[in-house]
């Protein structure tokens, strides 16, 4: 089948770094998203990644291990600003050819003073 | 500066009734989704076309709900007939190429 797993909750301090895990398992993987939500606000994109390895983009990194079905997305100097939810989205292709994105359903950043 | 838009934001109605949301992609992307988001399950995707032909659509309960794309610049979502457990936010998002999702600021749904 098909899932993705986050936790649901995490808090971490102005400053700080924090690691956002995702697990998933997938038939046809060809990639993985992070998006990031505030409360109230739509889906914005922060990261692909399709090969093992790390991905850096200022403050924020993703990294991905297919052979684990693991990635993380790490967030350095934590501003008041990152409060939100943390979607991991895996792009899963069938064999007609034919994808989907199927989100895990996020993960809670509170950053505190 | 070109975003996903999205009409109407919030919806108020009564179960029973005809619910239309309507979704503008970014000119140029070929392919449209519709997502449904709510606290217990978070983002669903409901169905997604590309170069306005449905390519997917098992996400979404056929009884009561249809999607359609009648033209390049306007995709539609439709439940009829409303029931509270449609109570969700509705997201439209448009991409080219399989990458990035540019997602719209969603329609907020109330079925009472």
């Known amino acids: 089948g098909q899932n993705i797993d986050q936790p649901t909750e995490m808090t971490a301090t102005e400053g700080a770094i924090v690691q956002i895990n995702c697990t998933y398992q997938t038939s046809g993987f060809n990639g993985l998203f992070w998006y990031q939500q505030h409360a109230g606000e739509a889906p914005t994109f922060l990261s692909y990644n399709v090969l093992d390895g790390l991905e850096e983009k200022g403050r924020f990194s993703s990294f991905l291990s297919r052979s684990k079905g693991y990635s993380y997305l790490l967030l350095k100097e934590l501003q008041m600003k990152d409060s939100a939810s943390y979607l991991c989205?895996?792009?899963?292709?069938?064999?007609?050819?034919?994808?989907?994105?199927?989100f895990g359903t996020g993960t809670r950043l509170k950053v505190l003073a | 500066d070109a975003r996903v838009t999205q009409t109407p934001r919030h919806k108020v109605t009564e179960m029973g009734q005809e619910v239309t949301m309507r979704c503008q992609p970014i000119l140029g992307h070929n392919t449209v989704f519709w997502y449904r988001q709510t606290m217990m399950q978070g983002l669903e995707l409901l169905a997604y076309?590309?170069?306005?032909?449905?390519?997917?659509d098992s996400g979404m309960p056929k009884d009561r709900f249809s999607a359609e794309m009648p033209d390049a610049t306007l995709a539609t979502l439709k439940i009829q007939p409303s029931e509270p457990r449609d109570s969700a936010v509705y997201f439209c998002a448009s991409n080219l190429g399989g990458w990035e999702q540019y997602f719209g600021p969603g329609t907020r749904l109330t079925v009472t």
């Open positions: 989205a895996v792009k899963d292709t069938r064999a007609s050819g034919t994808y989907k994105y199927i």
């Open positions: 076309f590309r170069n306005r032909a449905p390519l997917d």
